[in-house]
């Protein structure tokens, strides 16, 4: 599982650093493809674990990244993809075109307009609502994004994931066809729909942005050829006041599957490991972080907390819970963040990984270390 989970763990913190060319209104550049990436290593300590307990923990390679950006004209290109110990997939990667300077148009594997702007989380274990679908998700699709003044929307249309239903080998949590448990799953996401409207207000010593967002598509039953539904609405807030950052996020989801053995649960997967979540529920996210700015770089720490209710026809199915206090250095050009992950009912951060909000298969917070330390170019 350490593979896994250190496949998993990678994922946060390139996005939340070098995150370049993915925004529609990214301040001017030169004509020209620039070239970067990371390297990463990380060091787990899992107290739930007997292994981990006796070795004092594992430190092992995360992975590389190549990340290609740039502009000729109007036309832009944004690529990212990424090298691990067992396999290597891309995160996202698409051509975009500056319309005039408030609208812009991507095609291609982009990511998908829900919740927060960027992230509903600050830690490298992202947010709860990762492990159901709606955070740093990408598909393959047209995005297009309007920005002028205080005013931000984006509208997309996404045919389906960056990757087949049966692959678990993904950057980003999708519905996944095979076998969790027992549960046949022939799921396929198809023909999905996102719109996001968001304000920014400035105050003293910040800004605030409130947003909304929706989306809608459908659920295709390869084996039957029949098709479900299945939404999302979101509201979010997201406040910086000095040096301090506050994040709320209140989510509610349905997978409605056709044909499906279980109503009230369906199968996901994301990097190397495939789990089942409640198919309807509703998640909270509360998040603050304060940054401290030094002569060599800056600290930011943070504690994230998410809360997810299982709202099926089963009563067994229980809450869960991720709580997540750390701190991120930045020192030149190295990111090193340090997390204490406490998880209850959850995967990746439980000795029962398998599930997120279905019965409980015990009453204990389980508890880990994770120091990830990247270079980046």
């Known amino acids: 599982m350490m593979k896994k989970t250190t496949q998993f763990m990678l994922s946060a913190v390139a996005t939340m650093i070098a995150l370049s060319g993915t925004s529609a209104f990214a301040e001017e550049q030169a004509d020209g493809i620039n070239i970067g990436g990371a390297v990463r290593v990380n060091y787990g300590y899992k107290d739930y674990n007997e292994a981990s307990k006796d070795k004092g923990g594992d430190l092992t390679f995360d992975m590389a990244a190549l990340k290609f950006n740039g502009k000729k004209g109007d036309w832009g290109l944004a690529a990212e993809y990424r090298f691990t110990s067992d396999t290597n997939y891309i995160k996202y990667g698409y051509a975009f075109y500056d319309i005039d300077p408030n609208w812009q148009l991507q095609f291609g594997i982009n990511k998908v307009p829900f919740g927060n702007a960027e992230f509903i989380s ?191 026809d089963d009563d067994d199915y229980d809450n869960s819970l991720q709580n997540v206090t750390g701190c991120a250095i930045a020192a030149g050009p190295t990111y090193t963040m340090v997390d204490f992950i406490m998880g209850k009912n959850m995967t990746f951060s439980t000795a029962n990984n398998d599930h997120v909000g279905l019965p409980e298969m015990g009453d204990d917070w389980d508890k880990r270390v994770n120091i990830n330390f990247g270079y980046y170019f």
Request: charged share 20%; aromatic share 16%.
């Open 122 to 312: 600050n830690s490298f274990w992202f947010g709860l609502p990762y492990y159901l679908g709606f955070e740093d998700d990408h598909d393959v699709g047209v995005k297009a994004t309007f920005e002028k003044d205080a005013w931000h929307t984006d509208l997309a249309f996404y045919k389906n994931p960056e990757y087949g239903p049966s692959e678990n080998k993904r950057y980003a949590t999708d519905l996944y066809t095979g076998t969790i448990n027992g549960t046949e799953y022939n799921n396929e996401e198809t023909n999905q729909v996102n719109v996001r409207q968001s304000y920014t207000f400035e105050h003293n010593g910040g800004f605030t942005t409130l947003g909304g967002s929706a989306q809608f598509g459908q659920i295709y039953n390869s084996k039957t050829g029949n098709n479900g539904d299945r939404y999302a609405v979101a509201v979010h807030l997201d406040s910086s006041f000095n040096d301090w950052n506050l994040q709320l996020q209140a989510l509610q989801y349905e997978y409605d599957a056709a044909d499906a053995e279980d109503p009230n649960k369906i199968g996901v997967s994301v990097v190397s490991w495939q789990y089942e979540i409640a198919s309807k529920g509703q998640s909270y996210s509360a998040n603050i972080a304060k940054t401290f700015n030094t002569d060599w770089g800056s600290v930011k720490c943070y504690n994230d907390f998410g809360l997810m209710t299982p709202d099926v």
